[in-house]
């Protein structure tokens, strides 16, 4: 239902874009987002953008550098990666999450590599 892509080998301080598209049914309130997870650390917030209103919230350590956005009639989420340090380097998460009146159900993308090295 996530498809995500755009990851890559890019050198420091260089910018990558990645893309998730969701497909299927969609419940409308809903918020999408990336996580990421480098080897051996848990999966960490990058950010995440409402459909409603478009409101976005991102990890301490992206802000500034890294924008989301999302284009509703497509479904798709993009993270524009900017600036990026050895340290951005991790598998990257795609994150639908559907929020119903008593509980959110959450779906994953596959993840996506982004390698961050000279």
């Known amino acids: 239902q996530l498809q995500a892509s755009g990851g890559g080998l890019v050198q420091p301080g260089g910018p990558l874009r990645l893309s998730c598209a969701a497909s299927?049914?969609?419940?409308?309130?809903?918020?999408m987002g990336w996580y990421r997870q480098a080897p051996g650390k848990q999966r960490d917030l990058v950010a995440t953008?409402?459909?409603?209103?478009?409101?976005?919230n991102y990890g301490d350590s992206v802000k500034s550098r890294f924008t989301i956005s999302r284009d509703n009639a497509k479904n798709t989420v993009y993270l524009q990666m900017n600036s990026l340090k050895p340290e951005d380097t991790a598998v990257y998460y795609c994150?639908?999450?559907?929020?119903?009146?008593?509980?959110?159900?959450?779906?994953w993308g596959q993840g996506t590599e982004v390698t961050v090295s000279s």
């Open positions: 994150n639908l999450r559907e929020i119903y009146t008593t509980y959110v159900h959450d779906s």
């Open positions: 953008i409402t459909r409603r209103g478009g409101i976005t």
């Open positions: 299927g049914s969609i419940f409308s309130n809903n918020v």
